[in-house]
């Protein structure tokens, strides 16, 4: 079982930048990697990126790539997402997820299998 807590989640300006933080206790071992979805009002969850356990290979959604960066502290158990020039388009609730990460056969290549909580991302324009 894994229990995940996000944090960070506020109000920004578009242009600027947040950071989350999502706080794992303990690690299923039928799980490889953790993720981040987003899910804005009146759309479908999104997945944004993971990064494997051992923080060694990051993977993103076309969406976000080359402004999010997602790394892992692993003596924390904590996974980050460092969000820059952010766009209002961006607001979301975000969600922490821990599952499997495949290299082929899913879309989106990432399939959860627990979920945080969630924190709320507003972007103004």
């Known amino acids: 079982q894994v229990q995940l807590v996000e944090s960070g989640g506020g109000l920004v300006q578009a242009g600027g930048s947040l950071r989350l933080s999502c706080a794992a206790s303990?690690?299923?071992?039928?799980?490889?990697?953790m993720g981040w979805f987003r899910q804005a009002p009146g759309k479908e969850r999104e997945f944004v990126g993971a990064?494997?356990?051992?923080?060694?290979?990051?993977y993103y959604a076309d969406s976000v790539k080359g402004r999010f960066t997602i790394s892992r502290d692993i003596a924390e158990n904590t996974m980050y997402l460092q969000m820059n020039s952010l766009r209002p388009e961006d607001t979301a609730v975000y969600y922490c997820?821990?599952?499997?990460?495949?290299?082929?056969?899913?879309?989106?290549?990432?399939?959860?299998?627990?979920w945080g909580q969630g924190t709320q991302v507003t972007v103004s324009s």
């Open positions: 990064v494997g356990w051992s923080g060694g290979n990051t």
């Open positions: 303990g690690r299923a071992l039928s799980t490889n990697a």
């Open positions: 997820a821990a599952g499997t990460y495949y290299r082929s056969g899913y879309n989106p290549p990432y399939v959860p299998r627990y």
